[in-house]
C-alpha cells in the first residue's frame, strides 16, 4: 500500500508540465518526478526494478 504520497509542482511557473513525487511503499521511500509526457523518472532509490515496473504499467 503507497502512503504519505505527496506532489508538488517541478516548476516555480505552475503553469508548466511537471510534478515532483514521493511516498512510501512497504517501508521503502520512494522519490520521482512526473513528466509532462506522462513518464515517471525514479530519482530515490535508484532501483532498476522499480523504474521498469512504473514502465510496464504505463505502457499497459
Known amino acids: 500500500m503507497i502512503q ?3 506532489f508538488k509542482p517541478l ?3 505552475t503553469a508548466l508540465p511537471g510534478w515532483h ?3 512510501y511503499h512497504d517501508r521503502v521511500y520512494y ?5 509532462a509526457d506522462g513518464s515517471i523518472e525514479c530519482l ?3 532501483n532498476e526494478q ?3 515496473q512504473i514502465k510496464k504499467t504505463s505502457t499497459d
Open 21 to 23: 513525487i514521493s511516498f
Open 50 to 52: 522499480f523504474s521498469e
Open 31 to 35: 522519490e520521482g518526478a512526473y513528466n
Open 4 to 6: 504519505h504520497f505527496k
Open 44 to 46: 530515490v532509490p535508484q
Open 11 to 13: 516548476f516555480e511557473n
